[in-house]
């Protein structure tokens, strides 16, 4: 599942310029058309004039209508510029937002061996750009309620010390998760756990911890975005519901240290 990468309401704002620079045209176009037929209209009464100055009169006329044909090209052409910023402000904040990563491999294992740690359902090998990798990362679970009681509930699995032995050691990992059976009342009655691994790719270092879930898992969604958005990676999403009906969403990420 892909998530779109551009701003919702950029297409608002351009429909909105688009629109304000279209009236305008319109509204210069009538006002250049009621001028010319006032000119028109006094044209007989030009001829009482002297021969010179009518010429001056009418010559006036023209340059006034010439100019507002002039006004309507430019509001037109710095309706379609403005048009533009935006796109290019718009490509800009999307090359800041999404990152493409290293390496995305994914793989989804439909019957596994419980006697076995790896693979799981779900396993992962992550690699990050040398210049992503200069800045911090942990990998967390963030759960959020989503009716009844409102309830925020996040905590990190695996450290930065668990991603990078040094500062600016490529972040490079593989996880794996999700059981046929998972753990129940795990912490206290209701909750589901979930074992997780965690090793570093050619770091020989590796490490376990435990997702835990607020009820029963109703829904679970993989996410192969296979880039970070604002400093995150979704790998998988769960929804949830305890014995009295509230429901959670539950997001396995890499994320950014704050």
């Known amino acids: 599942m892909r998530r779109p990468t551009h701003p919702p309401d950029s297409e608002l704002q351009l429909a909105v310029l688009f629109v304000l620079g279209y009236n ?13 037929i006032r000119m028109h209209a006094a044209e007989p009464e030009c001829e009482q004039v002297p021969i010179n100055s009518g010429a001056i009169f009418r010559l006036s006329n023209i340059f006034r209508f010439s100019h507002l044909k002039y006004v309507v090209y430019i509001v037109t052409f710095l309706t379609m510029l403005g048009m533009h910023g935006i796109s290019l402000a718009q490509n800009s904040n999307s090359k800041v937002a999404a990152e493409t990563l290293e390496m995305f491999n994914f793989e989804e294992v439909k019957a596994t061996n419980p006697n076995q740690i790896i693979p799981r359902k779900w396993n992962w090998e992550i690699k990050l750009s ?50 046929e059976n998972p753990t129940v009342n795990m912490n206290k009655k209701g909750n589901i756990g979930l074992g997780v691994s965690f090793s570093r790719v050619g770091g020989g270092y590796g490490s376990s911890s435990w997702i835990v879930l607020p009820g029963k898992i109703v829904k679970s969604a993989v996410r192969e975005q296979r880039f970070l958005t604002k400093g995150e990676l979704i790998l998988i999403s769960f929804e ?10 539950t997001d396995l990420k890499l994320a950014e240290s704050r």
């Open 24 to 36: 305008m045209s319109i509204m210069l176009s009538g006002i250049a058309r009621i001028r010319n």
């Open 130 to 179: 040398p210049e992503q990798s200069k800045r911090r990362f942990q990998i967390v679970q963030e759960t959020v309620g989503k009716n009844g009681p409102e309830s925020a509930f996040s905590q990190v699995l695996f450290t930065e010390k668990d991603l990078q032995k040094n500062l600016g050691d490529i972040v490079h990992f593989k996880l794996h998760t999700g059981d």
């Open 240 to 249: 949830t519901v305890d014995s009295v009906g509230n429901k959670y969403t």
